[in-house]
């Protein structure tokens, strides 16, 4: 599509909207994912609009990616690292390949205490349990999930204190938001953080 047809298009879909109001889950983007036309996205149906491995920045090279990222090529977005090297945290040193974001392990033996496992879940050297009692005595992760693993949450009723009122099941952890029914008017839930943020 040409530039001006492209233009009308968008013309059109504003006046359209306008007429007929535009509600709080409607997001827009005028150049859309590729650039040419309206990206219209129905925030409510579960849209996840941010790319959940990195920032959603475009990038040619590292140098197009700001607060310390790195230019994925094959992806062209910017993301937490590439390499472990690009973890220059020491409670994360090590990138995890599939969402390149960093993490505290990828093995068990990337935990320095002998009493803690690599949760394959959370990528997070937590204690080993079997029972709950296994997790009595574990700060921030008194509950034993399925999994052997002691976790922060089992259900919402777990998350009650601070402002994170969800359980994410998958995670086993208390997060802001699980979907945008979650968030205040004027707010959508990020995927890529699950926290409730105003629409840009």
């Known amino acids: 599509m040409s530039v001006a047809r492209a233009s009308i298009a968008w013309t059109f879909v504003l006046a359209t909207l306008t007429a007929c109001g535009t509600p709080d889950e409607i997001v827009l983007n005028p150049l859309g994912s590729g650039g040419s036309g309206p990206d219209v996205r129905n925030v409510d149906a579960g849209t996840s609009v941010p790319d959940a491995s990195g920032d959603g920045s475009e990038c040619a090279s590292t140098s197009d990616c700001t607060d310390g990222r790195h230019c994925d090529l094959s992806t062209r977005t910017c993301v937490e690292c590439l390499v472990s ?62 999994r052997g693993v002691c976790v922060q949450c089992l259900s919402d009723a777990d998350c009650s204190s601070g402002g994170e009122p969800r359980c ?32 840009i």
């Open 85 to 146: 090297t690009d973890c220059t945290s020491g409670d994360e040193p090590f990138c995890e390949q599939t969402r390149h974001r960093c993490v505290q392990c990828l093995e068990n033996q990337d935990c320095p205490s002998l009493l803690d496992v690599c949760d394959a879940v959370t990528l997070a050297c937590v204690p080993q349990c079997r029972s709950p009692a296994d997790c009595a005595g574990s700060s921030g992760t008194p509950f034993c999930a399925s």
């Open 168 to 199: 994410d099941l998958v995670t086993n952890a208390c997060v802001g938001c699980l979907s945008h029914s979650d968030c205040a008017s004027g707010e959508w839930c990020n995927p890529s953080k699950s926290e409730c943020e105003p629409y």
